[in-house]
């Protein structure tokens, strides 16, 4: 028998971007019937292309799906889920590796206010679902409600992130696409590299005080996306300004309840966003006076004013804001940590940072000095270095869909309106490649030679830009930016970073102790050892007191090391003692 909202809704097309959300729940305990499986069920349902409710292991399921089995239910504390649905904490990582090899696919209980959601647990079946996008069976499934209704109010309805309708999502994506381009890139690359050799010098001359890394990256890479939407560097007063605006819209994401009561942070938010729109519309109108004037537009902004499809159709200054919004949110924290990663990484790593060196001297000596398209392919240890910190650390521990339509995943049915939950932390610590591996190659040791393999250059189960339609559409200007600043950091600096702490979770893991760092030109660094090398090899002379260059225990097994080897700057005791010559 069918579910009575089913018959009246199977018949009737209904736009994605309106589901009903009544529609799309399912009842949390129904789903517990486990239905036989069949091998050979189509992968799409054979009877209707409109979205119903469909619940799984109810009487009334509809014959599709009760051709097919329901995943089995894992439990979670409710308030964990709440907390970190999206960055997939380790109770509920052990969760999935539990079910690994005997369900690739286990579902989330229903919770007051959440829907249930189904999750993959295998590399090949989240490319399954992503591979559903294009066709509209699975489309962007951040929730109407709640903490994630506010994605809606704060980038706006034209944003990539908000929009639900694959065809609307996919008529700006592809306006959108060129800015993010190989060509484009190359464009910007003159100014990224001159911004972060800005930003490292500053960090530099900060002396023996140093820098707190994780705030210093994230002030290093909301400055390059501004620079790079604007195509101009930004004033060092506005850019603070504008920061500070764009740190209360993000404050606004989680700024529950969301009413407009003036000097709450959803109001102060709406204020920050309204402003932040404003600037972008300016730069909207003096692009297109630009354009017309005949004048070519540096930068993403410029490129997304010229942009024009094979119709004719161009993006309007709303569209415009709003996906640069999303760039703005998109593409700075994300970033900036995986970059804090990267350096506590290679902190900890010396030889990996030697062999980065290394690289980049055989870089330097193949394509010169500045950073060309060509000098960053050829980066392909520094590529397998910012891989592996993802790999180890990916920032967007989950990304939701939600199935438009019932269909047919592994053999298991997802009944329409199911939040389907890809697991992007999960399935990168449990990449089969690695998974059983210990030494070198267990999944938590960081290892970029993993990724210089043919085995290991393939995705696999990798996927911290996400997939599908929705693949993140700064990924290959992130990879430019975040290999840009390994470069000239291996290039030019040594560095000394304080390790020791708690990595706490926000967007990926943050360190409690912001990551303080001391940075030194490097060839200061490489005279001082060199001094301290020719100077122990006469180990038969009398020395001076010896002189301690910065220092940095490390953990091991055996008590504790210096990381820096203690470099020592000797010479003759007698020299020093003879008077000063007249
Ligand atoms: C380490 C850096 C970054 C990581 C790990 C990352 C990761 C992601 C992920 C996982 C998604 C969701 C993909 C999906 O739903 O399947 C995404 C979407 C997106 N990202 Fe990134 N991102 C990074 C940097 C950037 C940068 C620098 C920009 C812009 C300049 C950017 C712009 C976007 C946009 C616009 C989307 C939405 C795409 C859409 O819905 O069509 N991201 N990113």
Same mark, same amino acid.
């Given at each position: 028998m069918m579910h009575p909202l089913n018959s009246k809704l199977l018949c009737k097309q209904q736009p994605v971007a309106s589901v009903p959300r009544s529609h799309v729940a399912r009842p949390a305990?129904?789903? &517990? &019937?486990v239905i036989a499986r069949t091998a050979d069920v189509p992968l799409h349902h054979p009877h209707h292309d409109s979205l119903g409710s469909a619940d799984a292991g109810d009487e009334s399921r509809c014959p599709f799906l009760q051709a097919l089995r329901t995943p089995p239910m894992v439990n979670m504390p409710w308030l964990q889920r709440v907390k970190y649905q999206v960055f997939a904490p380790a109770q509920y990582q052990a969760q999935v590796l539990k079910g690994r090899g005997e369900h690739t696919i286990v579902q989330g209980p229903r919770q007051p206010g959440f829907n249930s959601f189904f999750m993959p647990a295998t590399g090949e079946l989240a490319k399954a679902v992503f591979a559903e996008e294009p066709g509209g069976t699975i489309t962007q499934g951040l929730a109407e409600k709640g903490g994630f209704r506010a994605f809606g109010t704060l980038l706006g309805e034209d944003s990539l992130l908000v929009v639900k309708d694959p065809a609307r999502h996919a008529y700006l994506r592809a306006l959108l696409q060129p800015a993010f381009g190989p060509d484009a890139i190359a464009s910007y690359l003159p100014d990224i590299e001159a911004l972060v050799s800005r930003h490292l010098a500053t960090w530099q001359a900060s002396g023996q005080a140093g820098v707190k890394a994780y705030g210093a990256l994230k002030m290093l890479t909301f400055d390059f996306i501004l620079q790079i939407v604007m195509g101009r560097s930004i004033p060092e007063q506005q850019l603070q300004h504008l920061g500070g605006l764009f740190s209360s819209l993000t404050a606004g994401l989680v700024a529950w309840p969301y009413i407009d009561i003036p000097f709450t942070p959803w109001h102060k938010a709406l204020a920050a966003r309204e402003e932040l729109c404003g600037f972008f519309l300016a730069g909207c109108a003096q692009a297109r006076q630009a354009l017309a004037a005949g004048q070519a537009v540096p930068g993403i902004l410029g490129r997304l004013v010229a942009a024009v499809d094979e119709q004719g159709n161009r993006l309007t200054d709303q569209e415009i804001t709003h996906n640069l919004l999303l760039v703005l949110l998109a593409g700075h924290d994300t970033s900036s940590t995986t970059l804090t990663r990267a350096l506590a990484n290679l902190q900890d790593h010396p030889r990996v940072l030697q062999r980065l060196r290394q690289e980049q001297q055989q870089v330097v000596a193949r394509h010169g000095g500045r950073i060309s398209s060509d000098a960053l392919k050829d980066m392909r240890y520094a590529d397998a270095v910012v891989r592996e910190t993802l790999r180890r650390d990916p920032v967007v521990g989950a990304v939701i869909r939600v199935a438009t339509r019932d269909f047919a995943l592994g053999g298991y049915g997802v009944p329409a309106g199911t939040n389907v939950l890809l697991p992007l932390r999960t399935l990168a610590e449990t990449d089969p490649r690695w998974l059983h591996s210990t030494g070198d190659l267990a999944p938590a040791a960081f290892n970029?030679? &993993? $990724? $210089?393999t043919p085995e290991g250059a393939k995705p696999g189960q990798l996927m911290p830009f996400g997939g599908g339609a929705r693949y993140c559409l700064g990924a290959a200007l992130a990879m430019a930016e975040m290999k840009t600043f390994l470069a000239l950091l291996a290039r030019q600096y040594a560095f000394q970073a304080d390790t020791a702490t708690e990595w706490k979770p926000a967007l990926g893991y943050y360190p409690a102790n912001g990551l303080p760092l001391v940075l030194s030109q490097l060839q200061q660094q490489q005279q001082q050892q060199q001094a301290a090398a020719a100077c122990s090899s006469s180990s038969s002379r009398r020395c001076e007191q010896p002189q301690r260059v910065g220092c940095n225990y490390m953990r091991s097994a055996l008590g504790y090391y210096l990381a820096n080897g203690l470099p020592l700057v000797l010479s003759q005791l007698q020299q020093q003692q003879q008077p000063a010559a007249v």
């Open positions: 305990g129904a789903s &517990r &019937r970029p030679d &993993r $990724m $210089m």
